[in-house]
C-alpha cells in the first residue's frame, strides 16, 4: 500500500480533490481529515484542548473548584463614579 497526500475541499457533503488526481472508478481510497487549527487563545482552542484532556478525578475536580471559589473577587456595588470626591 503506497501514501499519497491528497487535498481537497468539501463541497455539497462530498469531498472534491483540489488538484487532478488519477484513480480508478471504484477504486477505494481512505482518507485522514486534518481539520485547521483554530488561533490560541480562542473559545476554539480552549474547548478542543478540554476535548483532548482526560477526565478529572473528583480529587481533582474537588481541588479545582476550591481553586476557582479561593480566586474569586467580591463583587462591588459602587462604582468609581459613585465615590465622593475628598
Known amino acids: 500500500m503506497s501514501t499519497r ?21 471504484g477504486e477505494e481510497v481512505s482518507l485522514v481529515i486534518t481539520e ?10 480552549v474547548l ?4 483532548r484532556s482526560p477526565p478529572l478525578t473528583a480529587e481533582e475536580s474537588a481541588e479545582l473548584r476550591a481553586s476557582i471559589a479561593a480566586g474569586r473577587v467580591p463583587a462591588r456595588t459602587e462604582g468609581i463614579f459613585d465615590r465622593e470626591r475628598k
Do not use: S
Not at 5 to 22: K, Q, T
Open 48 to 51: 478542543a484542548v478540554l476535548r
Open 5 to 25: 497526500l491528497i487535498r481537497g475541499r468539501v463541497r455539497g457533503g462530498r469531498v472534491e480533490p483540489i488538484e487532478e488526481v488519477e484513480l480508478h472508478e
Open 36 to 45: 485547521p487549527t483554530p488561533p490560541p487563545g480562542t473559545k476554539e482552542t
